[in-house]
């Protein structure tokens, strides 16, 4: 399914005419900003076909991974990210540790019930869980409007997302 969803997101993106991906990804800016709350904000630095949330208006959390371990949260800008353990752009080991109030998740796919496929880590599912029983956290995902499905399976330790933004706008889900 992975593979799947993974091609459709590519071939979507390979489809998009000059610049129509940076206007795309300027107008889920636009949607971000207009509904996020205040609070310490994390993204993630896209790779390859992701879309890119990176372009918000506010000081911005970019993760850490540790293998088998929750996220850490670190503010640094995009340009200062480094290769991580698993080859993804993060912050400088140094950079400063902060607790995100909200937090933009990448995704492979959705569903309209909030349950997304990740890259298959567990990572922001062990982090949401994490942060979530320790306090308030608001789970966004961040998508192409395209990787919008109708039904995915889940697990029981799946977090599901609390809402979605795309450049189309933003989502909610039914539960």
Same mark, same amino acid.
């Given at each position: 399914? /992975? /593979? ?17 991906? $940076? ?85 492979? $796919? ?5 349950? /997304? ?59």
């Amino acid at each position: 399914m /992975r /593979r799947t969803l993974r091609a459709a997101r590519a071939a979507y993106v390979a489809g998009l005419a000059p610049g129509e991906g $940076a206007r795309l990804e300027a107008a889920l800016a636009a949607v971000l900003d207009a509904n996020l709350g205040p609070g310490p904000v994390a993204v993630y630095r896209a790779c390859g076909d992701e879309i890119d949330p990176g372009g918000l208006a506010r000081p911005l959390l970019y993760p850490r991974v540790t293998r088998d371990s929750p996220l850490t949260f670190h503010y640094a800008g995009a340009a200062s990210l480094v290769p991580g353990a698993l080859g993804i752009p993060e912050p400088a080991a140094d950079a400063p540790v902060a607790v995100p109030t909200i937090i933009l998740v990448p995704l492979i $796919a959705v569903d309209a019930r909030g349950h /997304r496929l990740g890259q298959g880590g567990g990572y922001y599912d062990r982090t949401l869980a994490l942060l979530r029983g320790s306090g308030q956290v608001f789970a966004i995902g961040v998508a192409w409007d395209v990787q919008r499905v109708e039904e995915l399976p889940a697990d029981a330790w799946d977090a599901p997302l609390d809402t979605l933004a795309t450049p189309s706008g933003w989502h909610s889900f039914t539960r």
